[in-house]
């Protein structure tokens, strides 16, 4: 199983940015996908989760109304809609992968990982 995440950027304050992570080595109707982030020093942090068949969807409540995750089955690949964005959400954003359902928090819950793209937001 391969994540590939890309689209992070230097952006300033109110802007918008859009994550994209490619899946692949596997089918994953069955799976749920999230977005995570990190900054230096910190452990990493749950923000959303789309499961991949139904698209229902979880975020973390700092989010909530500003990001928006969604898939497009065809590319296998899902997404990570950023508005409004705030100096705070400056990280390393990172997708996951679990097999069933899960919106837990706790990153060790997640199975396979993409490499980490850097999102910058200046005040």
């Known amino acids: 199983v391969q994540l590939q995440a890309s689209g992070g950027g230097l952006v300033q304050a109110g802007d918008s940015l859009k994550l994209s992570c490619t899946a692949s080595?596997?089918?994953?109707?069955?799976?749920?996908m999230s977005w995570f982030r990190q900054t230096p020093g910190k452990e990493r942090d749950f923000v959303a989760a789309?499961?991949?068949?139904?698209?229902?969807?979880s975020y973390v409540d700092s989010v909530k109304g500003r990001f928006t995750i969604s898939r497009d089955n065809a590319k296998n690949t899902v997404y990570l809609q950023m508005n409004s964005l705030k100096p705070e959400d400056t990280a390393v954003y990172y997708c996951?992968?679990?097999?069933?359902?899960?919106?837990?928090?706790?990153?060790?819950?997640?199975?396979?990982w993409g490499q980490g793209t850097l999102v910058t937001v200046s005040s």
């Open positions: 996951a992968a679990a097999y069933g359902i899960t919106w837990s928090r706790d990153s060790s819950r997640w199975n396979y």
């Open positions: 080595g596997r089918t994953f109707t069955e799976y749920t």
């Open positions: 789309i499961r991949w068949n139904s698209g229902l969807t």
